[in-house]
């Protein structure tokens, strides 16, 4: 398991390599005479390109709560069967962007590594009960493939989505952010969402509501948030 971070960044609360504001993990498979963070990239997938199987704790770029889910590229070697061992609510299947053929999930795939991103409710803050949600899911994982002896429950019957499905909804103003639902509430179409306030004045700029029934899978869980971004979004129903 490689949870792909920074640790020196911990000290400066930052994601990224703090002298050159780089992703270690946009950096794979990694250069053994490139920059520092190609390099460490490069150590760490010497090291772990030839497994199995290979288990990614993993943030995302934006600041939220996730419903718990399992991840996995899109590339066409991808083990759903696999992935639904974990017991996890959902398997999304991501469609790779130009920048995510540079992550360690991608490559490790492309390396013939059955490789999973764990994602459970934030990563922002400490949550043991879904840690422990996403604890059970790996041993859980790890028992139904014979690495260890460990008997746990069996988990949800997962859901297989697509993330391209996934439907944002979006603040078309700045202000503060009051969520009214949680990540995996089952919503209704037309049902409130979030409320975006004037941090000068008061007033409500925006009540954000939702075009379709379904299930929250993502939601903003900072104070404020920016004009024209992506602050949740929903797996539809018909999933």
């Not at 490069?42 to 390109?49: A, E, Q, S, T």
């Not at 590339?75 to 995510?100: I, S």
């Not at 179409?189 to 700029?205: C, R, W």
Request: glycine residues 8%; contains cysteine; charged residues 20%.
């Amino acid at each position: 398991m490689v949870p792909c971070a920074n640790p020196y960044s911990i000290n400066v609360k930052k994601r990224f390599w703090t002298i050159d504001n780089t992703d270690i993990n946009r950096m794979f498979p990694g250069y053994d005479k490139g920059e520092t963070t190609q390099r460490i990239a490069d150590g760490i997938f010497r090291n772990v390109k030839d497994y199995k199987m290979g288990i990614q704790l993993a943030s995302f770029y934006m600041p939220g709560d996730f419903v718990s889910q399992v991840r996995i590229m899109k590339t066409g070697l991808e083990n759903v069967e696999m992935a639904k061992q974990f017991g996890l609510p959902f398997v999304v299947l991501h469609h790779p962007r130009p920048f995510d053929t540079a992550t360690l999930n991608y490559n490790w795939q492309i390396w013939e590594t059955n490789a999973f991103s764990v994602y459970t409710s934030s990563t922002g803050a400490i949550n043991k009960s879904e840690a422990n949600k996403g604890m059970r899911a790996i041993l859980n994982f790890m028992s139904k493939n014979g690495v260890i002896d460990y008997r746990g429950d069996e988990g949800y019957i997962s859901r297989v989505v697509e993330s391209t499905d996934f439907k944002a909804v979006r603040s078309h103003t700045a202000g503060f952010f009051e969520a009214l639902v949680n990540a995996g509430d089952r919503v209704e179409k037309g049902q409130k969402l979030a409320v975006i306030t004037d941090p000068m004045t008061g007033d409500v700029n925006e009540i954000l509501c939702s075009d379709t029934e379904g299930v929250v899978a993502f939601i903003h869980n900072e104070t404020l948030c920016y004009q024209k971004t992506a602050v949740i979004k929903i797996i539809p129903v018909f999933y």
